[in-house]
């Protein structure tokens, strides 16, 4: 069973970081890949940075420059590093990894963390 523990949120200002991390179990993040989504109040849940299987890092433009996914496989866990972070950046934050079927992805059909809290104020 695959368990995604997030962990690192908080309320900083504008312009300070955070790094959220994403503890996985019962999951080898380096065979489907995992992503990092958010959904801000009133909001539709959105991809913002993914890493594939192969170690291809993905981000939407709105975080490129600020924020950087990266993987520990040795510790089954993901970061995401964001840095100058703006008021339109509170969300709360998921990892997000694609389920198996065999040895398939089902990049239709995720298994989530229960998300963590970011705020940023000005």
């Known amino acids: 069973q695959v368990q995604l523990v997030e962990s690192g949120g908080g309320s900083v200002q504008t312009g300070g970081s955070l790094k959220l991390s994403c503890a996985a179990s019962g999951y080898i993040f380096s065979s489907c890949g995992m992503d990092w989504y958010r959904q801000a109040p009133g909001k539709d849940r959105e991809l913002i940075a993914g890493i594939g299987y192969s170690g291809t890092l993905r981000y939407i433009e709105s975080v490129k420059g600020r924020f950087t996914i990266s993987q520990d496989n040795a510790k089954n866990t993901i970061y995401l590093q964001m840095n100058n972070l703006k008021t339109e950046d509170t969300a709360v934050y998921y990892c997000?990894?694609?389920?198996?079927?065999?040895?398939?992805?089902?990049?239709?059909?995720?298994?989530w963390g229960q998300g963590t809290q970011v705020t940023v104020s000005s």
């Open positions: 997000a990894a694609p389920k198996h079927s065999g040895s398939s992805c089902l990049y239709d059909d995720y298994d």
